[in-house]
């Protein structure tokens, strides 16, 4: 599985950038569902784990650049 762009991507790198994006999506159903029962507490961790996802993501992108 080659990028179009000449560019390695490593195995790890793709199974990180996979993570992440799960982890982005998981938090936008809790995001989702605490705004649907009205459950602050449930809305606030949703929201949480997309800017975990964001940073880590932004930190592959980071690496990436490097290669």
């Known amino acids: 599985m080659a990028p179009t762009d000449g560019r390695k991507v490593t195995r790890m790198g793709l ?3 996979i993570s992440n994006a799960a982890e982005e999506a998981k938090g936008k159903v809790k995001e ?4 649907a029962t009205d459950d602050e507490r449930l809305e606030a ?3 949480v784990d997309q800017a975990k996802a964001n ?3 932004a930190g ?3 690496k ?3 290669k």
Request: no cysteine.
């Open 55 to 57: 940073i880590k993501q």
């Open 32 to 35: 989702g569902a605490g705004k």
């Open 15 to 17: 199974d990180d950038k």
């Open 64 to 66: 990436d650049a490097f």
């Open 60 to 62: 592959e992108d980071v």
């Open 45 to 47: 961790e949703g929201k």
